[in-house]
């Protein structure tokens, strides 16, 4: 096991890892910019190195400066947290270069997944269904135009190695066809330096499902069950729940077992997650997310099982916990992204935190690095915590969700706490009734 982990990340996965390590005997290393110094993970963390300016890319992205606090410090491997280098396989590659162990998967599966195309012709040749479309990159508008017509009107166009949504645009006729064609590959190509796109028939009314998964050096893979994501605006997700209110037991049961074989036999190695368009009783792989996910949380919840630090294990060489007979399901979980935005425009909040309750309680989780006079700086992504609430049924658990929200109190700058509150007392949302363009109709209704 190792003795010293350098974590690769900033915030609430930050801190979430340490925490993780800590519990295990394993020390740990926070890096920070210098607009983080005074940031939670960096505070409790048994060193700290910076190593950088504020932007990204000068400090969390700063691969030398990385490799080097691993080095002044003597870890002995890199966490990479989410997000930032968790899906860099040049950066997986040289930390083990180096000399550290790369806590995530090897960089051929984090390349193979990373590029779209790719990814959906190896899944689909170990027997997982796909999203009709295009057999690999469509390189011209009339190559497009000719997929357009065998794939059926209307159709996604998205970048290969994209996502969050940039990179992804819709046709629903031939007249649409060639602007969305041409925007994509813009998109794509300012966003990820690769403008190559491919096509798949676009779903009206897809739940979207993931498979939270788990393998070892040793041929051992297991599957966690399942996580509905639907509720999403711009393709980032705000809402999560285990599991789905969508799907029967025959089905994730199916599901399951079908995305754990896949990474059985490509000899997939730490977490990860498959996802997938689901509708009228049918599943379509769209991508595989090689790293930890931010709602892994909820699975965590459902299992009583500590996916980070299997995580840790596995990447030490040793065999996973549990074998699949072992993973109990246990009631229902709700996870609801925090961001530090206008909950009416989204225009984003940061500044100095005054006032800060978070909610309690029997099965009551939040993973923040919030701390009353913390200044949430403007340089990084707007999430700032997460409410994770549990319940023996769905109904407990949305009455207890209910109640934590109206606990939870992040005063001086603007959250979309509010905007939750809202949600979660929709018939639709109570009744589970709900896609992947729920929200974004709900809120073009105001």
Known sequence: MFEKVLIANRGEIALRIHRACREMGIHTVAIHSTADADAMHVRLADESVCVGPPASKDSYLNIPAILTAASITGADAIHPGIGFMSENAIFAEMVEEHGFTFIGPTPEHIRIMGDKVTAKQTVKSLGLPTVPGSDGAVATVEEALKNAKEIGYPVLIKAAAGGGGKGMKVARSEADLTEAYQLARGEARAAFGNDEVYMEKYLEKPRHIEVQLLGDMHGNAVHFG???????????????????PGLNNEEREKIGALAADVIRKIGYRGVGTIEFLYENGKFYFIEMNTRLQIEHTI???ITGIDLVREQIRVASGLPMSYKQKDIVFNGHAIECRINAENPETFTPSPGKIAGYHPPGGLDVRVDSALYDGYKVPSNYDSMIAKLIVHGSNRNECLLRLRRSLEEFVIGGIDTTLPLHRRLIAQPDFINGDYDIHWLEKFLDKK
């Open 299 to 301: 699975t965590e919840m």
């Open 226 to 244: 399942e996580r509905d994501c639907s509720i999403q605006r711009r393709h980032q997700k705000v809402i999560e729940e285990a599991p789905s």
